[in-house]
């Protein structure tokens, strides 16, 4: 009895405020990596690096396509500032590659980093609700961390931490993403 008085019911609003903020955040994440592929094919990167990243970024256009699916099923605005993540996420994606592909590993570790503590909170909020959707949506979002911190993993293991000032370009890149995300739920 106690237990079910603390469960909040998942307003529209808030429903419309986690959907919003995760479509443009795989917007954002495709973008990353349509830029990294740009840099990294400039720079002749190897054929194995190349894979990883388009496996990655297949992965992203999945979880673009479920979000893009949900907010038009829950008749939710889309993000206003896509031509942002458009720029941006392709510019952070190019600038990395550019810089090497250890680099770019790095900016998918702390991006990564970040989206598992955003999906994180989502899951937790959701946990909590008693409504229709959330289940639904709860196994959406658990299923897509997963798929975070294998990419995550996947950039960890490529050597990601062996670039020149990973701490320094893992932090601005977490800060940005913070920034970003915080931005994406309230435009
Ligand atoms: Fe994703
Ligand atoms: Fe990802």
Known sequence: MGKKAEKKPLSPALLARLLRVNQAGEYGA???YAGQLQGLRWRGADAQTLRQIEQMAAQEET?????????AANQVRPTALQPVWHVAGFALGLATALLGNKAAMACTVAVEEVIDRHYA???????KTPAKAAPQLKAVIDQFRREENDH???ALEAGAEQTPLY????????AGAKAAIWLAERV
């Not at 979880?63 to 907010?71: G, V």
């Not at 909170?121 to 946990?127: C, G, T, V």
């Not at 701490?167 to 977490?174: C, D, E, T």
């Open 30 to 32: 495709k973008r990353i």
């Open 63 to 71: 979880h673009l396509a479920a979000f893009s699916q949900l907010i």
């Open 121 to 127: 909170a989502q899951a937790e909020l959701l946990e």
């Open 152 to 154: 995550r993993e996947t």
């Open 167 to 174: 701490g320094v370009l893992r932090h601005a890149i977490k």
